[in-house]
C-alpha cells in the first residue's frame, strides 16, 4: 500500500524558514518520480518543486528558485523540502506526490489529483507577520 506522509508545516514570518519532510512507504524511487505541489486559498495546484533519484535531476518552478531545495535521504525513506527566506505569497497547503511522469507534471498547469499517481493529505504553511 503506497502512502505519502508530510510534515513539517506551520506559521513562520516573512524570511524565515521550514524544513517539510515527506516519508513515504510501498513503492521505490526507481520507479518514481517524486517532488512537492501547493494550493494556496482559492488557486489550483501548483508544481513547486520535483526529483529524480536515479540521475538526480531537479526542478523548482521559477516562483522559488534559489530559496527552495529538494532532498532525500534513502536510508529513512524521506524526502525534505527546504524552505528559505519564505514570502506571504508562499502561503499554502503543501502536498508531496508520487508518479513515474512527475517531472513533467510539476511543470504543466492546471494540474489535477487525477493527474498524479499518489498524493499525501499535505501540511500547511503559513507565512505571516
Known amino acids: 500500500q503506497v502512502q505519502l506522509v508530510e510534515s513539517g508545516g506551520g506559521v513562520v514570518r516573512p524570511g524565515g524558514s521550514l524544513r517539510l519532510s515527506c516519508a513515504y512507504s510501498?513503492?521505490?524511487?526507481?520507479?518514481?518520480?517524486i517532488g512537492w505541489f501547493r494550493q494556496a486559498p482559492g488557486k489550483g495546484r501548483e508544481g513547486v518543486s520535483c526529483?529524480?533519484?536515479?540521475?538526480?535531476?531537479?526542478y523548482y518552478a521559477d516562483s522559488v528558485k534559489g530559496r527552495f531545495t529538494i532532498s532525500r535521504d534513502n536510508a529513512k525513506n524521506t524526502v525534505y523540502l527546504q524552505m528559505n527566506n519564505l514570502k506571504p505569497e508562499d502561503t499554502a497547503i503543501y502536498y508531496c506526490?508520487?508518479?513515474?511522469?512527475?517531472?513533467?507534471?510539476?511543470?504543466?498547469?492546471?494540474?489535477?489529483?487525477?493527474?498524479?499517481?499518489?498524493w499525501g493529505k499535505g501540511t500547511l504553511v503559513t507565512v505571516s507577520s
Open positions: 526529483l529524480s533519484d536515479s540521475d538526480g535531476r531537479t
Open positions: 510501498g513503492f521505490t524511487l526507481d520507479d518514481y518520480y
Open positions: 506526490a508520487a508518479d513515474p511522469y512527475l517531472l513533467t507534471t510539476v511543470q504543466a498547469v492546471g494540474v489535477t489529483t487525477s493527474n498524479v499517481d499518489y
